[in-house]
């Protein structure tokens, strides 16, 4: 059987084996902009270096039917999602194994889609799509570009619905934008797979999710039952050490008087502090009030400026370095039925596994 595929770089089409022969899996992801939800964003907000429209008025009809006509076309065979738990990581050709593994195809082959419906997995899959756009977008295969927005569609869907974790994908859109403007701007000097229609629509439709999320509105539940503010101050107190984001702080404080007072205490500033960043990076930046006292607060959002703060996650990929395979370790399975994840050889699996970081996981495949 030949290979064959919509992209010369993607791993080919997906086949069933069934009573009748082998037949193609059809794609049941849905598409990032139909005839029935047509982009509205200006397109005054794409400009070039010198602030001029790329397209004016009297082509702004034509070119952006063009768009949805190209976009709709390279969007209806996408590529479904993969369901695989884990993969090997090869860096070179051996006699058994012949090619690499690339990010786009590990990107293709681990099962993100199902990751961003676990909340213990949600901020790690939000983190690592932030990344790649913000570097590695253009090495991205074409099929794996069209995965990279079908999940991200996931992802803004998802926080439409439940309201949680706005913040986080507002600041992955924003840096999805600056890069696709920067991207658009220079097409020709720079590598774009697929047509630059395509790029164009998709920049509407990240125009039109900043838009939705900015006129997301939280309803408030009635509830006759406890709430938060009947909760005892030590109670309140510990929920608030239990924070490792600066924001969620500032942003439980907004509920209720009780909640400020407490968001506002030194000693769990300095605590966040120390979490976060080294003792000589405090000694650079710090910031004394009126009073001779450290405003740790402050010295928090500065140092956040110049340093990365610690990374945290409820749940990541790992690496077996024993068999050089990226896997998703599910903790329930491996304390039920001693299951490491993926076919180890290893004969203390567990001491051969790491956690991937996001950081880590687009080092991988950097060859």
Same mark, same amino acid.
Request: charged fraction near 25%; charge should be neutral.
């Given at each position: 059987?030949?290979?064959?595929?919509?992209?010369?770089? +993607?791993?080919?089409?997906?086949?069933?084996?069934?009573?009748?022969?082998?037949?193609?899996?059809?794609?049941?992801?849905?598409? /990032?902009?139909?005839?029935?939800?047509?982009?509205?964003?200006?397109?005054?907000?794409?400009?070039?270096?010198?602030?001029?429209?790329?397209?004016?008025?009297?082509?702004? #009809?034509?070119?952006? *039917?063009? $768009? #949805?006509?190209?976009?709709?076309?390279?969007?209806?065979?996408?590529?479904?999602?993969?369901?695989?738990?884990?993969?090997?990581?090869?860096?070179?050709?051996?006699?058994? $194994?012949?090619?690499?593994?690339?990010?786009?195809?590990?990107?293709?082959?681990?099962?993100?889609? +199902?990751?961003?419906?676990?909340?213990? $997995?949600?901020?790690?899959?939000?983190?690592?799509?932030?990344?790649?756009?913000?570097? @590695?977008?253009?090495?991205?295969?074409?099929?794996?570009?069209?995965?990279?927005?079908?999940?991200?569609?996931?992802?803004?869907?998802?926080? =439409?619905?439940?309201?949680?974790?706005?913040?986080?994908? *507002?600041? /992955?859109?924003?840096?999805?934008? +600056?890069?696709?403007?920067?991207?658009?701007?220079?097409?020709?000097?720079?590598?774009?797979?697929?047509?630059?229609?395509?790029?164009?629509?998709?920049?509407?439709?990240?125009?039109?999710?900043?838009?939705?999320?900015?006129?997301?509105?939280?309803?408030?539940?009635?509830?006759?039952?406890?709430?938060?503010?009947?909760?005892? =101050?030590?109670?309140?107190?510990?929920?608030?050490?239990?924070?490792?984001?600066?924001?969620?702080?500032?942003?439980?404080?907004?509920?209720?008087?009780?909640?400020?007072?407490?968001?506002?205490?030194?000693? =769990?500033?300095?605590?966040?502090?120390?979490?976060?960043?080294?003792?000589?990076?405090?000694?650079?930046?710090?910031?004394?009030?009126?009073?001779?006292?450290?405003?740790?607060?402050?010295?928090?959002?500065?140092? @956040?400026?110049?340093?990365?703060?610690?990374? @945290?996650?409820?749940?990541?990929?790992?690496?077996?370095?024993?068999?050089?395979?990226?896997?998703?370790?599910?903790? $329930?399975?491996?304390?039920?039925?001693?299951?490491?994840?993926?076919?180890?050889?290893?004969?203390?699996?567990?001491?051969?596994?790491?956690?991937?970081?996001?950081?880590?996981?687009?080092?991988?495949?950097?060859?």
């Amino acid at each position: 059987m030949p290979f064959l595929g919509q992209d010369w770089r +993607s791993p080919g089409w997906s086949w069933i084996k069934t009573e009748d022969g082998w037949k193609r899996c059809e794609s049941w992801s849905r598409d /990032l902009d139909t005839e029935n939800n047509p982009c509205n964003v200006s397109h005054s907000i794409i400009l070039n270096s010198d602030d001029e429209e790329i397209f004016s008025n009297e082509e702004q #009809k034509y070119t952006s *039917k063009k $768009r #949805k006509k190209d976009h709709f076309r390279n969007d209806t065979n996408t590529q479904c999602f993969y369901r695989e738990k884990w993969i090997y990581v090869h860096k070179e050709s051996t006699r058994e $194994r012949h090619g690499y593994c690339t990010l786009g195809e590990a990107f293709n082959r681990l099962d993100f889609s +199902s990751a961003i419906q676990d909340i213990r $997995r949600f901020t790690y899959v939000v983190k690592l799509l932030q990344l790649i756009a913000k570097s @590695q977008l253009t090495s991205l295969s074409g099929v794996a570009q069209k995965n990279y927005f079908n999940i991200l569609d996931k992802i803004v869907q998802k926080v =439409l619905d439940d309201h949680q974790n706005p913040r986080l994908i *507002k600041d /992955l859109l924003q840096d999805l934008s +600056s890069t696709l403007c920067i991207l658009i701007r220079g097409v020709g000097k720079s590598v774009l797979v697929g047509n630059i229609n395509i790029w164009i629509c998709r920049l509407e439709t990240i125009l039109r999710w900043q838009q939705q999320l900015q006129n997301l509105q939280v309803t408030k539940q009635v509830n006759d039952g406890l709430t938060l503010s009947d909760l005892p =101050l030590h109670m309140l107190n510990n929920i608030l050490y239990r924070f490792s984001d600066g924001w969620d702080i500032v942003t439980l404080g907004q509920v209720t008087p009780t909640l400020s007072v407490l968001s506002e205490d030194r000693q =769990l500033w300095k605590r966040l502090c120390q979490y976060h960043f080294a003792e000589q990076q405090f000694c650079r930046h710090l910031i004394l009030s009126e009073k001779g006292h450290v405003e740790w607060k402050l010295m928090y959002f500065a140092l @956040q400026k110049h340093y990365p703060p610690r990374e @945290q996650y409820g749940d990541t990929l790992h690496f077996c370095r024993h068999c050089s395979i990226l896997f998703w370790k599910d903790c $329930r399975l491996a304390l039920l039925f001693k299951d490491s994840g993926h076919p180890c050889t290893a004969a203390d699996p567990d001491s051969c596994f790491m956690p991937v970081s996001p950081q880590h996981f687009i080092d991988l495949f950097k060859f």
